[in-house]
Structure formats: structure tokens, C-alpha cells
């Protein structure tokens, strides 16, 4: 079913619908914590002893749950199994967005790509766990790349990660 047949078939959802949180399953939570809080800079909100967490930024009650209910001590699921293909998590400013990568590169965690989607600037990694991540910030929608009939045209090209680095630094 294409974009325009299902529209047609399902009224749309309420444009104020978010989506408010995620819950990833995590093999040790400790090394979860160290991760979400220690090298991106969420918050502990609430901790149900060595079983779950729940984490947010600006004091929110949870934007990610961390729980090792069913995965405590287990791996990532194989390859070409469904699931979480990630997590994304957006940043208000193009400053904030390098910032995450200063301390992605401080902590020395990898990515595993990185894009400008002409709507959005993105960094690709994965959590301790395996469990996939997008740290990203969308650009203001009046920027969106359009096609000739006004609809979005996103596209995926370098991401050019010197100059997001250079973002939100005082030159000396």
C-alpha cells in the first residue's frame, strides 16, 4: 500500500500525537547508565535496583526506559531478525548535535555512519547493547528540500562532521 492509497483508506492521527519514550532491553544496566547518562548526558529519574532505569533530558519523567526484565546478560539479536532498528533521539540546535559528537568522541565510541538527509542532520552508533542509535537535529522546515510539486525530497549525502564540529566552539 502506497503513502496516498493509505491516507485515503485511515484517517490520519492527531498531528499533536508524540512519541514520548522508548524502552530498550539491555543486557548489564550499569554499562546502559555509563552510556545514556555518562557519555550522552541523560539524567537518572528512577531506578528499580540492578533491573531498570529510566532516564531523561530537562527533567521529563522518562524519555528511555533500561531494563534487563528479559535480557539480562544476553546479547544483541542476530542479524536479519526483526526489532528496534533505533532509537532516535532528536537535538534542538545544530550546536547541541556537535556537542553530542564531541562526547561520543571523548568517551571514543564509533559510529557506524553519519548523513545529512537534506530535512536533518544525522549521527549513527550503536549502544552498548547493540541496540541501534540516531542522535540527530532537524533542520527548520522551511529549509526541506522540496520536488517541483512542493512535496519533501530528502536525500542522503555526507554528513560533513569537521564543520558540525567547528559548531558551537568560540574561536580562540
Known amino acids: 500500500m502506497n503513502a496516498e492509497s493509505t491516507s485515503q483508506v485511515t ?3 492527531d498531528p499533536g500525537a508524540r512519541i514520548g519514550h522508548v524502552h530498550l532491553k539491555v543486557a548489564a544496566l550499569e554499562r546502559a547508565l555509563d552510556f545514556y547518562c555518562g557519555v550522552l548526558g541523560f539524567r537518572l529519574m528512577q531506578r528499580f535496583g540492578d533491573q531498570a532505569a529510566f532516564i531523561s533530558a530537562g527533567g521529563y519523567h522518562h524519555h528511555i526506559g533500561l531494563n534487563t526484565w528479559e535480557s539480562r546478560g544476553g546479547g544483541p539479536p542476530p542479524p536479519g531478525t526483526t526489532g528496534l532498528y533505533h532509537v532516535a533521539i532528536l537535538y ?14 571523548a568517551a571514543g565510541v564509533r559510529l557506524t555512519g553519519s548523513a545529512d538527509h537534506g530535512v536533518s542532520e544525522a549521527l549513527y552508533l550503536d549502544d552498548p547493547d547493540g541496540n541501534g542509535v540516531e542522535l540527530y537535529r532537524d533542520r527548520p ?12 525530497a ?3 549525502k555526507a554528513l ?10 568560540s574561536p580562540v
Open 11 to 13: 484517517p490520519p492521527i
Open 92 to 105: 534542538p540546535t545544530r550546536a547541541a548535535l556537535a556537542d553530542a559528537l564531541r562526547r561520543l568522541t
Open 141 to 152: 522546515e522551511a529549509e526541506w528540500p522540496r520536488d517541483s510539486a512542493g512535496n519533501i
Open 154 to 156: 530528502m536525500f542522503t
Open 160 to 169: 560533513d562532521l569537521r564543520s558540525l564540529l567547528r559548531e558551537g566552539v
